[in-house]
Structures are given as C-alpha cells and as structure tokens.
C-alpha cells in the first residue's frame, strides 16, 4: 500500500458545525503533516506529527485541533470555522522527518457556509 | 530571506513541443528539491526529487530536472509535451539544515494547445 487516504473528499459544514477530517498511511511512515491549500495557491503547512508526537503547529488557530491517535492516523479536527477556513486540505507521510519525499492525499475539500 | 520561487505564473506550449518550467531557490545550504504535479481538485504528485549527486534526475511521465548549484536553480524540462501534462506544477524544498518542512513555489500553470 503506497497510499495515503483522506476522508471524507468534500464536507459542507455551518460555522457552528463540529467535524472531523481523517488521514490514513500504512506505508509505515513515521512522519505525517497537514497542508491548506486555498484556490491558485500553493500548499500551506499546518502541522508536523513526528512518531506521533506533534512536532510544529506553524500559528494555526485553535478552531484546527489534530490528533495523531497512531502510527498509522492522522486526524483534524474542526470547530467553529469561518468561511475564509474554505479550502483543500491535503494529508502528506513521509518516512521521518527531513531528506524525503512526501507522499500526498487527494484531499478534503472543504466549504464553510 | 528563504524563499523558493519559481517566476512563471501561467505557461502555455504546443502539443508535442518541449517544455522548461524554472525554480530558484534562496537558502544558505542547498536544500532538497522536488517537483510535483497537481491536476485539478486533486493531490500532489511526486515528479522527482534531488539531494545529492547526479545532478541530472529523471523522474516519471518523461520529466527530468537539472540540478544547478552556480544559479541556484532546479528547472524541470519534458522533451515533447503531452495534453494530459496540463496542471499545476510545484518546486518545493525541505531545508533539512535548519529543521524545517517542506515548502512550496507559487506554482506554474501549464496549459497544452492542440
């Protein structure tokens, strides 16, 4: 298994909805992040779970809450989003952290309304 | 400041004809360099990736880059280009010295006439 698997691929949710977004490896990559990507932008960098340990949270507001429950998942959690929250969110592993490549999901492309 | 920066917003070439897209790259020590590939609402996809050595590389679909430490540059060329090349490419670097992740260029669009 060379993939990695995000579900859902689109979610609509209300500004005070509560929704999870999840991301799944089983390449036994002990490196796992989350990306935003906003429409003709190129992806940005949320967080880094190193052995499941939350390495780099890059100033993200705490309505984005991930978990890393084990090796294998990644998940983000969302809580009172606002409509500028609208974007692709992109799951990428890689074998630890550093000098390898990042294998990427397809996504969850998320709406706010 | 680090930056990756790839000058070209929207490319457009003929079917079959060659292709360049440019990547330059502003850090104290040559990072690791990637190219990806996005078609639309979808992932990223790995093209290839240069950390040391040869400083040609080939990756899949054709693609290969070269790997220019005098211009701190890292282009990517297809020889003949196909209409399912179309999408959004991206030059990203992971500056492993300084414990940093992956970052991305702004992109290249590449559009493919018939």
């Known amino acids: 298994d060379t993939e990695v698997t995000q579900t859902p691929k689109h979610l609509v949710m209300g500004m005070t909805n509560k929704k999870s977004l999840k991301c799944e490896q089983h390449m036994g990559h002990r490196a796992m992040y989350w990306y935003k990507q906003k429409a003709k932008k190129p992806p940005e960098l949320m967080f880094v779970y190193s052995y499941e340990k939350l390495s780099i949270n890059e100033s993200v507001p705490s309505r984005f809450s991930p978990e890393c429950p084990n090796s294998s998942l990644l998940n983000l959690h969302l809580h009172a989003l606002q409509p500028e929250d609208s974007a692709l969110y992109l799951c990428a592993s890689s074998q630890e952290r550093g000098p390898h490549g990042y294998t990427f999901g397809s996504g969850t492309r998320l709406t706010v309304v | 400041a680090q930056s990756v920066t790839q000058p070209d917003i929207h490319i457009t070439v003929s079917e079959g004809a060659s292709l360049e897209l440019r990547c330059n790259y502003s850090y104290g020590a040559t990072p690791y360099l990637f190219w990806y590939v996005q078609s639309p609402g979808q992932g990223l996809q790995l093209l290839l990736k240069?950390?040391?050595?040869?400083?040609l590389v080939q990756g899949i679909k054709g693609f290969e880059a070269e790997f220019k430490r005098s211009q701190s540059s890292f282009n990517l060329r297809k020889p003949s280009v196909h209409w399912s090349d179309a999408a959004e490419y991206f030059c990203a670097v992971v500056d492993w010295y300084n414990n940093n992740d992956m970052r991305f260029g702004a992109g290249t669009r590449l559009t493919v006439k018939p």
């Open positions: 240069y950390f040391s050595g040869d400083t």
